[in-house]
Each structure stands twice: as structure tokens, then as C-alpha cells.
């Protein structure tokens, strides 16, 4: 049967087309058909809870801000393909046609992988390949301001001081790292088939989080909640650090991006939605549909919450939950979004380096 598109499709592509070349001016985020409240707070939809999980008891509720309280209608499991804007121009900052995948910064100097490690000054500069001992088919940077850390395609995780080439193996997993997080003192390691591992910054046995769910092995990221690990795979997973089983965050079903800010999970969707999760997976919030592709990168300083799909930008007031087609016409499909300080957001491209979004 051919595919249809409905009214909010049509009408989100028609507002697409039209702000192609606009600022990031806010605007109100239009109430799904099923949503008759729109913000009013006594009309705000229940949260979807996660099951097993423990429900509040009587004295234990706290009275929060509920969001926008709209309703994210079923996924009926269809992913359509991203729109590719026109070409603009932007800032050159950054040089070098390369892939931004992970972003990490020590000290002044920013790192990428771009099938081997690259780096360059935050100040802006071209793009060099940074040799490392040992280091081989990298996949995954963290850093905590000081250190840079990497997982790799053979599973290893590694600790790098580029100024003197030098490294360290911290451990060696079952299967190729696909996330990888610094906590305190401790590394948060997604694996391709063998789930979450924890690993000393300084090396040591690593520790295997606990699951009884075969589709949580497959981690494709991850992030961090102030007690769980979330992981990204067939939905959203919240994995308890103090050692109780992962279990399915509530209505995460198609998600594609996610991110945290001060233990407080982000999420894209296969079908342009934005959720939030402020108690560490228990129940999701709807925060409203951006577009009707998917969400492919998240990026947030805890006041605006970036997301783009195809070669476009978004963002969203987690205030006031107005949102913006931010900006269009990137020279390749966006491939991550860093909030570097409050006005400026660094854009990872595919196969078109990296630049900045002027607000």
C-alpha cells in the first residue's frame, strides 16, 4: 500500500520548508490530535512507568513540574528517511573532511576518530592524526577534562596521553566497546553483544552489570543517570549501579539518540519524538515531536536540548517547551551535537568535519 502522509506529517515538512532559512526563534510546539489539554497542567498525561519497578508510596511524591504533558502515540515500527535541506554556509572553524562521531576535550586540545585519532585545537586549526601506542581501531572517546579514554573495535579500553604518545590497556572485554562514559574514579563501558561493564579509571577486574534480558546485551551508547546506566539498543535500558538487574525504560520503544544532563535522561525517536526520564528510567515524559524522521543526534546544556535529523538541527526550551527549527543546510548528514558553553554548539558531520552553530 503506498505510503500516506498524514495532516501533522505533512504539516511539520510544510513548517520545515518554510524556516529553512530562519534563526533559532521559538515557537509553540503543536498538541498531538490525541493531546485536548496542551499545557495545561491539570491536563498533563501520566507518565509511562516502567514495569517492576516500585510505585511511589504515600509521603514519597514530590510535586514537579510535569512538562508539557503530551501523549507519544504508539511506534508502529516504520523509520522514514531523514529530509536532506539545501546546502548552506557556515563557519569553518574546524578543517578537515572527516567523520565526527565521538567528541572528547582535554584540556584545550578536541579529539575525534575518524577510523584513527584525530585532533584540534579548541581555539579552531586544522584537523592531524595523533599516533598512539597500541592504540588500534578505535571506536569510542571519553574524557574527564584531564585524561582521554578509548574503547576499540577488539574490545580493549584504554587510557591515552597524546602529548607523549603513550597508553595504557585498562581491560579487555568479550566485544567490541559501543559507549563509553567516566563516572567517579570508574569507566561505564557498553559492549556490541555483552552489555555494561564497569572498569576502574586506573585499571583493574572489570565488573559486569547484571542482566536477565538478551536484548540488553546489544548496546549501540550509552549515558549516565546519577544511579543507573542508560543504554541505547532496541529501546532504552536502565541499568542500576548498585548491581539490580537492567529493565526496559517505559515507552522508549524506536529510540535512536540519547543524552543526560546532571543525571537527567534525553531521548530521541525513530518517529521525531524528544522524551525525558528525571527518576532514572522509572517513567518517561513526551516532550513533543520535532519532526516525523528519525532523531539521529542529541546534544543539551540543561536549558535547550539540540537534536537534528538528516543534515538539519532542532531545538527545544526545556522551560518553556517552545521549539525551533534551529538550523538547515549542514554540508553532510550531522553525526553528533556538543554544547560547548551556553551560545556555542559544536556540529560532527559525516564525511564533512566539524563546525559551529551560531545560536
Known sequence: M?????????????????????????????HPPDDPHGDHPHGSAPPVRAPGFPRATPGSVKVVDEGPGRVRPPWNGSRKTPISTQVLSYPTTYQGPLTVRDLAMVESTLYTIDRTLQAVPVSGGQWAPVSVAGLSAPTRLASDGQRLFAGTSGGQVMGLDPANGQSATLATLPSAVTGLQVGQNVLWVGTERDGVYRVPVNGGTPEALVTNESAARRVQDLTLGNQVVFTLGDRLW???????????????????????????????????????????????????QMVDTPLETLGTDGAWLYSSSGNTAYMLDLKRYTYSLCHAGFPAAVTNLTVKDGATVLVGTRTRGLTTMPR
Do not use: K
Request: glycine fraction near 12%; include cysteine.
Open 2 to 30: 503506498p505510503y500516506r502522509m498524514t495532516p501533522r506529517g505533512l504539516a511539520l515538512r510544510l513548517t520545515l520548508g518554510t524556516l529553512l532559512a530562519t534563526a533559532c526563534q521559538a515557537a509553540p510546539l503543536p
Open 238 to 288: 536502565a541499568w542500576p549501579m548498585d548491581g539490580a538487574p537492567a529493565r526496559p525504560v517505559p515507552g522508549s520503544e524506536g529510540a535512536t539518540a540519547l543524552t543526560s544532563h546532571r543525571g537527567v535522561l534525553y531521548a530521541g525517536t525513530a518517529d521525531g519524538w524528544l522524551l525525558r526520564s528525571r527518576d532514572q528510567g522509572v517513567t518517561t515524559q513526551a516532550l513533543g
